[in-house]
């Protein structure tokens, strides 16, 4: 069972930084996909950034210059940094990865539980 961890949410005042960590109980980080997603109550899922096994980053337009995606290999570790945030940023955010587990190509998600971050005006 392949668990992962988020941390580093908090609460921040506007304008201010936060960098979240995505962390794996086994090494899946460094070879596949991996995305953070945000979710604000009453709201679904949104993606915020990704990263190839490659290492290619894509983000959501509203993120896009603020927000860093990047990975340890060492210390299996994802992270997301967030820059310049504000109040329209607050929401759990969460890790997600998919790992490829047979030649045929299928996949597996897993998902971490969250970590809140605040953002006060």
């Known amino acids: 069972q392949v668990q992962l961890v988020e941390s580093g949410g908090g609460l921040v005042q506007a304008g201010e930084s936060l960098r979240l960590s995505c962390t794996a109980s086994?090494?899946?980080?460094?070879?596949?996909?991996v995305r953070w997603y945000r979710q604000s109550p009453g709201k679904a899922h949104d993606l915020v950034a990704s990263i190839t096994s490659g290492g290619t980053t894509n983000y959501a337009a509203d993120v896009k210059g603020r927000f860093t995606i990047s990975r340890d290999n060492a210390k299996n570790t994802v992270y997301l940094q967030m820059n310049r945030l504000q109040p329209e940023d607050t929401a759990i955010y969460y890790c997600n990865v998919i790992v490829t587990v047979n030649v045929e190509g299928a996949t597996v998600e897993h998902w971490g539980q969250g970590t809140q971050v605040t953002v006060s005006s």
């Open positions: 086994r090494r899946i980080l460094s070879g596949n996909f």
